[in-house]
């Protein structure tokens, strides 16, 4: 099995770019959305909501604008990726709206919306500035710098609910570790793609385990301590444990040294049992994931965890229906970290399943762009960026069914957050660029036919 | 880098899998555990999102529903609160429901699978039915005139018609208006704390769930088991007792207040109403032979329901001599709620069937379909058809001669029994004035209603109350209310 193999299409002159498939897709994610905004206002008001059609064409005509600039610029992209990013901002959009009609207070969907045209502008602003993500490889050490400032600088404004994440001015606020995670994505890749042989084969062996030098090892052990820092002193727990399996994952695919994930899987052990013990704030959330219904038994009322568990077990199989459920129980992060927990009691079982899928499929889609690059530093970025999607996703939709600790993290395009859906357009959107690159026909292959021949060495 | 870029693909499908595991485990596998949780609010929420059905009086709905916009919708209201009160009960958001409100909730709250088209149709769609309506056997006028006649005084009107069983009007005064219970807040539990502790004790449903000893009135039951026995052939035979009574077995005497008592005949005995004949009789009639009678009337059955529980009217099945003749005057330990004691006169005019009673008429769905009609049923023949005819015509001469002439109306074949019980520690507490009866046209075939009045008035002098000067009256005009519908 080699790189190419599983990508090379029938020798023919003329290799299907699939745009089309894109735009059909597109227009199904868009009507899907504005079906199910339909659905809120029958169910909720028993009348369609007067701006259906504003939003259908609001969607529809970002859709069309990110659409246009792939196919201009980045025709051989792989045309699942767009609509499925459509369809969850689009689902997103509609729980947020589904969950405004509760707060009369607290309107957050026009502010995402706001939000997603500014993430779907970058995302065209990347597709058509960045000809080669190659590019991007030089600058890993502005990157690290700046996603490093973007981290610490949090610290010196105010805790939000128990999280110093946010940084606020005038009514702004955003939350810059998010740009940071894309941020350390292009350094890891870089990095690693860079040194990758120095960490697989230099330095001292010890038992099994071969230890690369410290001069190679420094760095790592550098952004390390740096995550648990971060989680100490932003009390983020998911932050710090997404950028700490980003890197597992990365190293590992860089190195094939299994040896790395046993020592990396004991040091986030160790990093969360002593932050677990000792912080307060992860402390609880680690006593409500092993007992959600103490605060029942001690006659408080249920938790914001016990009642996303029963927003959940409402759901049952087929769900309430859009509009139906009682998710708003969930209390003041319903929109945001728990939004999910909206889709599960309204969609059942069924609808989460697609949800899950639609997830997995676009994580499998820059699998499979890392799979058919030839570069090392877009293997990596691609792997990266999808793996910052799953374990995302993993994190926190297990946080909030009980499966582990609770984080506060959003889930991508579904929560309402300004940065989180500006970042995850970005991701997109370098997803797009890796994936034209991997499907486009190389420099000799379309005038031939043939299969370029395998020049990396190939483990 | 291939093969590690495929097995971190494999890590990545293993999250997968553990999330689909888990929303099973949660949404499925432990689905039913979750949601029957009661720190759930999703039950209560629900219940609440879509209008209560009514409860009907005659074709008007004393009840509605009001959307509040709040988290639980829709907040009861009620027309004529106070006096349907001992009817409907209250459905409050916070302190849950009570009588027909409690005992025909799944018609009401639309939960009934009687109401859904189809078995398991709710299941299916994950909806509710509409509320149903809850028609009631209440006149209004009946009603009325029970509640105007009580006047705001404590006491208790039970009106039921003899031949079916139906309950023409159930009074409790004073009353409280259960829209002040309805919904959440401070005013409802201001208006709670408030009810709750009022000397007056408005949420009490002195109809059916309060006992009271029922004193003179008991007699017409003594009167049935010595008749039924044979202890008595003869209404109008002399018995020999003397007055005052020694009581068996004690040194005690029991005095008449009544003239003209000793070796009375038991229709003299009903028609001044006698201590010493009817202690005797129940005596010679003895405990078992009591025991057997009263359980016709429906003494000590604590499963009577109207669909709402009645309160278990008491005789007790162990008891000495002395007692059991205290106890066949309604003194000692006898108790009874108003609406036994309208069963009992109802007994009597009904030739003895006692029919069992009921409130709700029928319950409808929401587009008005009967659901479920509530038929007339017999309960227990109470006592022989002949002792009836011999216990009517003893009545009829209570308020043609005797003590309960203030329930006389022209025209019409009226039967009372006037009753003044005493309680309290030496019989100190205010005595109950209580008055029995029925009514019956001159051209029906049948009685028109049984009528139980219990009238507690503290602040009356103690020598005015008797049954026939302040709960006869009540009872002549809710039978003239009975007569006219």
Redesign the interface.
């Known amino acids: 099995?080699?790189?190419t193999t599983a990508d090379a299409p029938p020798p023919e002159l003329r290799l299907p770019k699939r745009r089309g498939v894109e735009l059909s897709l597109l227009v199904g994610a868009v009507l899907i959305s504005v079906f199910g905004y339909a659905a809120v206002g029958l169910a909720r008001n028993g009348a369609v909501p007067p701006d259906v059609a504003g939003y259908g064409a609001g969607l529809g005509l970002l859709a069309l604008l990110a659409h246009l600039a792939v196919r201009l610029r980045a025709p051989y992209a792989d045309p699942l990726v767009l609509p499925i990013a459509v369809l969850l901002n689009g689902l997103g959009l509609v729980l947020i709206y589904r969950l405004d009609l509760e707060t009369p207070r607290d309107q957050a969907a026009p502010t995402q919306l706001i939000w997603s045209t500014l993430g779907v502008a970058l995302f065209i602003a990347v597709v058509v500035l960045l000809r080669d993500h190659r590019v991007l490889q030089r600058y890993a050490y502005l990157s690290v710098a700046t996603a490093l400032v973007l981290m610490i600088v949090p610290i010196f404004f105010p805790a939000v609910n128990g999280a110093k994440i946010w940084i606020r001015i005038g009514g702004l606020s955003f939350q810059p570790g998010e740009f940071a995670k894309i941020l350390l994505a292009v350094f890891f890749a870089a990095y690693l793609a860079a040194n990758r042989n120095a960490l697989a084969y230099t330095g001292r062996r010890i038992w099994k385990l071969q230890l690369p030098t410290g001069r190679v090892l420094g760095p790592i052990v550098a952004i390390w301590l740096l995550s648990v820092g971060v989680l100490v002193l932003e009390r983020d727990l998911g932050t710090s444990l997404l950028f700490f399996g980003l890197f597992v994952?990365m190293l590992?695919?860089?190195t094939?040294r299994t040896g790395w994930i046993a020592v990396g899987l004991l040091l986030a052990a160790v990093g969360a049992f002593v932050v677990g013990s000792f912080e307060p704030h992860v402390h609880s959330r680690v006593q409500d994931w092993l007992d959600p219904?103490a605060s029942?038994d001690a006659g408080q009322?249920?938790n914001q965890l016990?009642q996303s568990?029963?927003a959940?077990?409402?759901?049952?199989?087929?769900g309430?229906?859009l509009g139906l459920g009682?998710s708003i129980?969930i209390g003041f992060a319903a929109k945001s970290d728990f939004i999910l927990a909206t889709a599960?009691e309204e969609l059942?079982?069924t609808g989460?399943?697609a949800v899950?899928l639609l997830?997995?499929l676009l994580?499998?889609r820059g699998?499979r762009a890392?799979?058919a690059l030839r570069d090392?530093f877009g293997?990596l970025l691609s792997?990266g960026l999808?793996?910052i999607l799953?374990?995302q996703?993993?994190v926190i939709?297990?946080g909030v069914?009980?499966?582990i600790p609770l984080t506060g993290m959003a889930m991508p395009f579904l929560a309402q957050g300004g940065s989180s859906v500006v970042t995850n357009w970005i991701i997109v959107a370098l997803l797009i660029r890796v994936s034209d690159l991997a499907r486009r026909p190389r420099p000799g292959q379309v005038e031939t036919g043939v299969i370029a021949p395998i020049l990396e060495d190939?483990? | 880098?291939?093969?590690?870029?495929?097995?971190?693909?494999a890590?990545?499908?293993l999250?997968?899998v553990?999330?689909?595991l888990?929303?099973?485990r949660?949404?499925?596998f432990?689905?039913?555990?979750?949601?029957d949780?009661p720190?759930?609010?999703?039950t209560t929420?629900d219940r609440y999102d879509q209008p209560r059905g009514n409860i009907l009086v005659g074709a008007r709905a004393v009840t509605g529903s009001e959307d509040t916009g709040e988290q639980l919708a829709y907040e009861r209201t009620y027309l004529h609160g106070p006096l349907y009160a001992p009817v409907t009960g209250y459905a409050s958001q916070t302190y849950g429901t009570t009588l027909l409100e409690n005992a025909e909730d799944g018609i009401l709250s639309g939960t009934d699978s009687l109401l859904a088209p189809l078995p398991l149709w709710n299941e299916i769609t994950?909806s509710r039915q509409p509320g149903g309506d809850v028609v009631t056997t209440i006149k209004d006028s009946i009603q009325r005139a029970a509640y105007e006649g009580l006047s705001g005084r404590r006491g208790a009107v039970a009106a039921v018609e003899p031949s079916t069983g139906r309950i023409l009007a159930l009074v409790s005064t004073p009353s409280y208006d259960p829209e002040r219970l309805s919904g959440t807040g401070a005013e409802v539990t201001d208006a709670w704390a408030r009810l709750n502790a009022a000397k007056s004790r408005p949420m009490l449903n002195r109809a059916i769930r309060q006992t009271y000893p029922p004193g003179s009135t008991f007699k017409i039951v003594t009167a049935a088991a010595a008749l039924d026995a044979r202890v008595v052939t003869d209404p109008d035979a002399a018995t020999d007792t003397p007055s005052p009574y020694v009581l068996p077995g004690t040194t005690t005497t029991l005095p008449d207040e009544a003239r003209g008592c000793a070796e009375a005949s038991l229709a003299e005995a009903i028609r001044v109403s006698c201590n010493t004949v009817m202690a005797h009789l129940g005596v010679e009639v003895g405990l078992d032979g009591m025991l057997e009678a009263v359980g016709r009337f429906g003494f000590n059955d604590d499963g009577l329901r109207i669909p709402s529980g009645v309160a278990k009217s008491n005789f007790d099945t162990d008891m000495s001599d002395d007692q059991l003749a205290l106890s066949s005057i309604g003194q000692f330990d006898t108790t009874a709620t108003p609406l036994q004691m309208a069963m009992v006169a109802s007994a009597v005019a009904n030739g003895g069937d006692l029919r069992y009673p009921h409130l709700v008429d029928r319950t409808t769905t929401h587009d008005g379909d009967t659901v479920r009609q509530q038929g007339s049923r017999s309960y227990h023949q109470a006592m022989n058809p002949s002792t009836a005819v011999q216990l009517q015509r003893m009545m009829v001469d209570v308020v043609e001669n005797g003590t309960g002439s203030n329930a006389a109306i022209d025209g019409v074949r009226v039967g009372g029994k006037t009753g003044t019980a005493q309680h309290g520690i030496d019989n100190s507490g205010t005595p109950y004035a209580w008055f029995i009866s029925w009514a019956q046209a001159p051209d029906s075939g049948r009685p028109a209603v049984a009528v139980a009045v219990v009238v507690e008035d503290a602040s009356a002098d103690r020598a005015d109350i008797s049954g026939g000067g302040s709960a006869a009256p009540i009872a002549r005009a809710v039978m003239e209310a009975a007569l006219d519908g």
């Open positions: 099995m080699t790189a994952i590992y695919v860089a094939g219904f029942i009322g249920p016990a568990l029963f959940f077990a409402a759901g049952g199989m087929l309430t229906g009682h129980l599960g059942g079982l989460l399943t899950f997830y997995a994580v499998a699998y890392g799979l090392p293997r792997i999808a793996s799953a374990l996703v993993f939709a297990g069914m009980g499966l190939e483990r | 880098m291939i093969r590690y870029i495929r097995r971190a693909a890590f990545c499908l999250l997968l553990a999330l689909l888990n929303a099973a949660v949404q499925v432990e689905a039913d555990e979750l949601n949780n720190a759930n609010r999703r929420i994950r």
